[in-house]
């Protein structure tokens, strides 16, 4: 199905809004569940397309999945699951289905799975996962776009990553948890959803332990079993929200956001002259100055600045004075909304993985393409500050990852719907 979104110009949103249950813990968690028999429930799940999709994915495998999207609360039965096998089509339809393929090693020791799919902005290998389950005895052979896993014992092991990628910590974190032993994951990503993760597992009788800099020591073997969890709230949804308040020169409170984990994208808000106030613990506060100052970001793993809010800042960025430098360093092609905001008006020169933008004193709404989700919400954003009327095609990509974004965005003042053709 496509959506549009059509946006008109809407300055000074003012308002309040609730985060939802962080996707990016949600879709893990998910998989994590196939590590365990018994019924397991998240509660504060958010009711987002990828979320569906990774519950087709649990279900195909056998487990019983009933989502009370009403009340973000998620039951997943794994008592009865089998199969070992996902098929190309549930594959490709989101990147988090590669986190089946650790908790299907450890449980069944073997796993048919497809390359995954997911947004499109960059090559996006998954080498680092099949080395490291390789490095823990699996063996791993690939036919076309077919991977067939089968491990009959895996062993632990000092799992050395070249680069602290998520999805491969939490894939050969949740193997190494069936393991007797300790492993040691090094250069591991502590970003917040792995944390998140972390948590939920802890519930289900594992021992892991952080430890400076960047390692995750897993003592393996414990028995595990199903576990209730509360997914943490979204923070790159919060980043967009305050991000929305900051172009349109209007006020936002975030009563649930996570100040805490929040700390460079936040400076970065303020350095551009915004009043931020952030709660000790929870909430989060900001009053735009319409006459934003350029600053400059480079994308990184947590802590640095969250490549998930890159495109939304660029959007930003483009209405602020003087010259800002974004220096992508996560993804190999994620600037897919620049020629969309060039469209809108934009002045901005990408020179590899480097962008850099002259602020202009406004952009013009026209008819735009979303890539992915986040360069999608950029559009939206841009969309709200610019002259008349803006329409993002592509639009599905929102509900991917924002739960009830129209309608929260309309709470503040957004003249914001979605269309489906
Ligand atoms: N990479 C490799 N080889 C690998 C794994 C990763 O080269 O085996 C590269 C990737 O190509 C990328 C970089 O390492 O250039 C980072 O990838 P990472 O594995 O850390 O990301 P991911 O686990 O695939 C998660 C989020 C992304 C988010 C990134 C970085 C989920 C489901 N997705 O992806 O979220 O951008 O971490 O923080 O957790 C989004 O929400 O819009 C989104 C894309």
């Known amino acids: 199905m496509q959506h549009i979104v059509v946006v008109q110009q809407s300055l000074h949103l003012d ?52 989502f009370d999207t009403k009340n973000n609360y998620l039951e997943v039965d794994t008592t009865h699951v089998q199969g070992t096998t996902v098929s190309a089509h549930m594959m490709k339809k989101i990147r988090a289905s590669i986190l089946v393929l650790g908790p299907l090693l450890a449980r069944f020791g073997k796993a048919t799975l497809a390359f995954p799919g997911g947004d499109a902005i960059g090559k996006r290998p998954i080498d680092f996962h099949l080395v490291n389950f390789e490095k823990m005895g699996a063996n791993i052979v690939s036919e076309g776009s077919t991977i067939h896993a089968f491990a009959p014992q895996l062993h632990p092991g000092k799992f050395i990553f070249d680069y602290p990628s998520v999805g491969a910590t939490e894939n050969i974190l949740m193997a190494a948890l069936c393991v007797q032993g300790t492993s040691y994951i090094i250069n591991a990503s502590l970003e917040p959803e792995v944390l998140d993760l972390i948590a939920l597992l802890k519930k289900m009788g594992a021992a892991i332990t952080i430890q400076a800099p960047g390692m995750i020591i ?67 506060y900001l009053k735009a100055n319409p006459i934003m100052r350029g600053v400059s970001i480079r994308t990184e793993p947590y802590p640095g600045f969250p490549t998930d809010l890159q495109a939304m800042m660029m959007a930003v960025q483009s209405l602020a004075q003087g010259e800002s430098i974004v220096h992508e360093t996560v993804y190999d092609n994620r600037f897919l909304h620049v020629p969309e905001l060039l469209r809108m008006g934009a002045s901005i020169v990408v020179q590899g993985n480097k962008a850099f933008i002259q602020g202009v004193s406004s952009l013009q709404g026209t008819l735009v393409q979303g890539g992915d989700i986040r360069g999608a919400m950029a559009l939206v954003l841009a969309g709200l500050a610019a002259q008349g009327t803006t329409q993002i095609q592509g639009a599905e990509h929102l509900k991917r990852g924002y739960e009830n974004f129209e309608e929260k965005m309309q709470s503040i003042g957004a003249h914001i719907i979605l269309k489906t053709a």
Not at 35 to 40: A, P
Not at 233 to 246: F, I, K, Q
């Open 15 to 66: 308002g309040k809004i609730y985060l939802s249950g962080a996707k990016n813990a949600t879709l893990v968690s998910m998989a994590s569940l196939l590590l365990v028999s018994g019924k397991s429930i998240l509660r504060n799940v958010p009711d987002l397309e990828d979320v569906h999709c990774m519950a087709e994915v649990l279900t195909s495998l056998g487990a019983q999945v009933y």
């Open 218 to 284: 897993i003592q393996g073997g414990n028995p595990l079993h199903a576990a209730d969890h509360t997914v943490m709230y979204d923070r790159l949804e919060a980043g967009t929200y305050l991000l929305a308040a900051a172009i349109t020169g209007g006020r936002i409170e975030i009563p649930n956001a996570d100040a805490s984990i929040k700390d460079i994208f936040l400076a970065k808000l303020a350095h551009m002259g915004h009043e931020v106030i952030a709660g000790a613990q929870k909430g989060i």
